[in-house]
């Protein structure tokens, strides 16, 4: 959930000039560190995705070809197997600003290279790169079996993700450089871990953590990982005709009646009957290390809440902001009305101008502020500022 406002204030609003560009620095084993740009940069993607619910795990990853121009991405295959084994990738992106012809570039996020492939003969690489939470494949173990609370459940998951080998995570870094979150809420979660049962990754418990706790999960762009609610207001953003190569798409996703939570390996199942919503189908959520009856109870009325009021999804084609981010709140013009919405998905790609294809799911307009003071509100039709205006989301003139 990156703020996009803190990246405008660093650029001019000729941010949106075509002219793009995208940078990678790599950090290899053996000291090496080629920077990728310009073009040597063949193809660059960035995909990221997530559940308004947490009921999936959140993906981040890029996917980036680049020539090998000279030989500077060479490396021995078999003696030198590990030099791109989890090696750093800085990324910096970007646009040309119209004013001062330079390259105003923002970070693009860190990320660890799982998977090289050599491409013509080694005159081309591709390379796919994950965040953190992509390498914490690493089944759960003790001491995490023996924590009673989601806080101690999550710090003992950070912990031992510090400790593995395979997470990309330097051993100096404490629990909390690693982690952001509200570990005093989580602390009045009660949970149980059954070892060799359930056989969570680290990632998964995570997952489950920020589900059982009304979460989002995802990883910032210096690598921290994150827990926590979405934001309230809306970024500096608005997919206005400006951007959209056409209209946004809407879909309704299914009428929800009835929310039942199913937690402690199915032996308490908390259901909630909703009056008037009787027409609506049953949603099953199922937590089995959820251990509270208060808490599971808690999460049947915020997935019923944000199930019945996030039944608009928005699916549009744009010129790409790299500033945008997964889980950041927007502003969606969608006929006469701007509704408020949080994106779930962005599958970006650049080859010399950033176009991108974004999800999100409308918010209840009660709970987010939708400010736009410094938008394009030139490129709303007079109806959508009307209803702007007459809703108080952006103040009088």
Request: proline share 3%.
């Amino acid at each position: 959930m990156q703020q996009v406002s803190e990246y405008w204030e660093q650029v001019n609003r000729s941010f949106f000039t075509p002219k793009a560009s995208v940078s990678i620095t790599i950090q290899r084993a053996d000291g090496k560190a080629p920077f990728i740009t310009g073009t040597d940069l063949i193809s660059f993607s960035h995909v990221k995705s997530g559940d308004l619910l947490s009921g999936s795990l959140t993906q981040d990853k890029i996917i980036f070809t680049a020539r090998n121009r000279n030989g500077f991405l060479s490396y021995d295959a078999e003696n030198d197997s590990e030099v791109y084994e989890n090696a750093l990738c800085v990324v910096q992106e970007g646009f040309m600003n119209a004013e001062s012809s330079a390259y105003d570039s923002i970070d693009g996020g860190r990320y660890y290279i799982s998977e090289v492939k050599q491409l013509q003969n080694g005159q081309q690489y591709q390379f796919t790169a994950q965040s953190v939470l992509g390498f914490m494949t690493e089944k759960a173990k003790t001491p995490i079996s023996e924590t009673y609370n989601a806080r101690a459940m999550v710090i003992a998951v950070i912990e031992q993700a510090i400790a593995s080998q395979g997470v990309p995570i330097p051993s100096t870094k404490t629990v909390y450089e690693v982690l952001e979150c509200d570990l005093d809420a989580l602390a009045e979660i009660g949970v149980e871990y059954i070892e060799n049962t359930d056989n969570y990754s680290l990632a998964e418990i995570l997952q489950l953590i920020a589900a059982m706790s009304g979460n989002l999960l995802y990883v910032d762009r210096t690598g921290v990982i994150h827990i926590e609610p979405h934001g309230t207001v809306t970024e500096h953003y608005v997919l206005s005709k400006k951007v959209l190569y056409k209209q946004a798409d809407i879909e309704y996703a299914a009428r929800i009646g009835n929310v039942t939570v199913q937690a402690n390996h199915g032996q308490f199942v908390i259901g909630t009957d909703y009056e008037g919503d009787k027409i609506g189908g049953l949603q099953v959520v199922t937590i089995p290390i959820l251990d509270d009856e208060t808490a599971a109870s808690d999460l049947c009325d915020y997935v019923y809440d944000k199930l019945t009021n996030g039944r608009k999804h928005f699916k549009a084609t744009c010129r790409f902001d790299p500033a945008l981010d997964l889980f950041d709140v927007i502003a969606v013009p969608f006929q006469d009305v701007v509704f408020p919405a949080i994106v779930t998905s962005i599958n970006a790609s650049f080859n010399g101008a950033w176009k991108a294809d974004i999800q999100a799911v409308a918010l209840k307009p009660s709970d987010i502020t939708l400010d736009l003071r410094i938008c394009d509100i030139e490129m709303l039709t007079i109806e959508q500022f009307e209803h702007l205006r007459i809703n108080q989301l952006v103040p009088d003139e």
